[in-house]
């Protein structure tokens, strides 16, 4: 049986319009440029420079007696999560010549040359050893991870060679072609299959002397002692003051824990970070300004201006001139549209930034983290009457140029507790003075969690001591007894 029925439906949609200008928010500059880059490449009737562009508009008003160059493109169900996904961007980044000559254009280059595990195997070429040794030899390389170190036991790697190269060898031979080939390789102590051999192998390598035999000894019989720092029981056990202690300590702080990352060829290459904005202190006041990169100039082609104005004088209009019409206007809609999208991100920007620099002033002009406010997404939002997810594109992926350094804008972001006299106070500014407290701590006796607790309430922050553990692990602090020296 039919039955009829009414319902109400909420329904979110967001027109092309919104949903580009959405994704070019969140673009930090150089992904920007490449987007900006491809936009121009894909539609002809945009250009570049400072010509002024023609109004195209009245063009197309004369031509409202032509349905077929009216027709409008009604915009369907939009999944927004589709359109906001990173898969379209560009895993690279480039730079293009569209902001002013005052701006720096430096080109990063690329390392070019043989990798870590290469320059591992064109070493085997300087040992007098026969062909079973060089294929395990091979094998043990190809074994090591970036860090310089083969994470697997002995007899796993006597089974692989079996069943991988055709190698049938025994435990000891694969020890011995370790110790005597790989082990010995560059950077020293590559092929190590844990921290402490990895360690005394570099040691090893080193000019004979007290200091350094001493180290080996610490090592070699206490090495747990060593890495937990209970100095008390080394002292002890190896009948040595603290002089000679600190020797050692100073021997192995000079060694390299991860001998693969000191590869000049394995290090990966750093981003170059282009700061979306710049802020001044032009006497004593704020001064924020956009990077230039982010604002290029844009017009709409002249010469497809053109073309819809010959087409309009024309008396005979045959189907083919109409289809071309219809494309050339399709065309200028999209570059129309992402002009005006490129001037609405501009004005997003910095009416969102300033925002930030106006709420955070005090830590602008004196650069101490101290000064930093509590401020939470939704605070800039209601100022400035845009959406929270708004604020968020901008602060997640832009940067600053401040007179203290580039910073992440989400940096200046924090939540707030409450201090003894019922203040508002950033989370930033006691992650602050705890690193500060640390820092001055009698690195003899390290304080405990307990006492830098107590210490911050003197200070006026009442907080716990597991908070305080969770600010000084994000601080990427170790706990007092690692923070032990003599």
Not at 311 to 324: G, I, L, N, R
């Amino acid at each position: 049986m039919l039955k009829q029925s009414l319902h109400h439906k909420l329904l979110q949609k967001l027109s092309p319009q919104q949903i580009q200008l959405m994704k070019l928010i969140q673009l930090p500059t150089q992904a920007f440029e490449e987007r900006l880059k491809q936009e121009i490449e894909e539609n002809p009737a945009l250009d570049t420079g400072k010509e002024e562009p023609e109004n195209f508009e009245d063009t197309l008003t004369n031509e409202s007696d032509h349905d077929d160059a009216n027709e409008k493109i009604e915009a369907d169900d939009i999944n927004i999560d589709e359109y906001l996904s990173d898969d379209e961007y560009p895993s690279y980044k480039t730079q293009a010549n569209n902001y002013s000559a005052d701006d720096d254009d430096k080109q990063v280059p690329y390392a070019a040359g043989t990798t870590f595990h290469q320059s591992l195997k064109n070493q085997l070429s300087t040992f007098r050893i026969d062909e079973e040794e060089k294929a395990i030899a091979e094998f043990l390389v190809g074994s090591i991870d970036d860090s310089g170190y083969i994470r697997r036991e002995i007899i796993d790697l006597v089974d692989d060679l079996a069943f991988t190269q055709n190698v049938f060898t025994t435990e000891e031979k694969v020890e011995s072609v370790l110790k005597n080939v790989v082990q010995r390789l560059d950077p020293i102590g590559v092929g190590a299959l844990d921290l402490k051999q990895c360690l005394i192998i570099q040691l090893k390598s080193k000019p004979e002397k007290e200091s350094r035999d001493l180290a080996i000894r610490v090592l070699d019989e206490a090495f747990d002692h060593f890495v937990k720092k209970h100095y008390k029981k080394l002292l002890e056990k190896f009948d040595i003051n603290e002089e000679k202690l600190k020797e050692v300590i100073t021997e192995i702080g000079k060694l390299n824990p991860k001998p693969g990352s000191s590869y000049a060829g394995n290090n990966k290459i750093a981003e170059q970070i282009v700061p979306d904005f710049s802020i001044k202190i032009i006497d004593g006041v704020l001064e924020l300004t956009l990077n230039s990169r982010n604002a290029p100039e844009l017009h709409v082609s002249r010469e497809y201006n053109n073309m819809l104005k010959g087409y309009s004088d024309s008396k005979e209009k045959s189907k083919s001139q109409k289809d071309a019409v219809m494309f050339i206007k399709q065309k200028l809609d999209a570059a129309k549209w992402f002009i005006d999208a490129i001037k609405q991100r501009q004005q997003t920007l910095l009416i969102t930034m300033n925002a930030i620099m106006h709420r955070q002033e005090e830590y602008f002009l004196t650069g101490d983290e101290r000064k930093l406010k509590p401020m939470i997404l939704k605070d800039i939002a209601d100022e400035i009457n845009m959406d929270v997810s708004t604020v968020s594109r901008v602060a997640n992926s832009k940067y600053v140029s401040t007179p203290y350094g580039t910073k992440l804008i989400k940096e200046f972001f924090s939540e707030s507790m409450k201090n003894d006299q019922g203040e508002d106070v950033s989370t930033r500014e006691i992650k602050k003075i705890l690193e500060t407290v640390i820092k001055e701590e009698d690195k003899r006796k390290p304080l405990t969690d307990e006492k830098l607790s107590k210490i911050l309430k003197e200070k006026g922050y009442p907080i716990a001591r597991r908070t305080v553990a969770k600010y000084r692990e994000q601080l990427d602090i170790p706990v007092a007894r690692l923070r032990k020296e003599i």
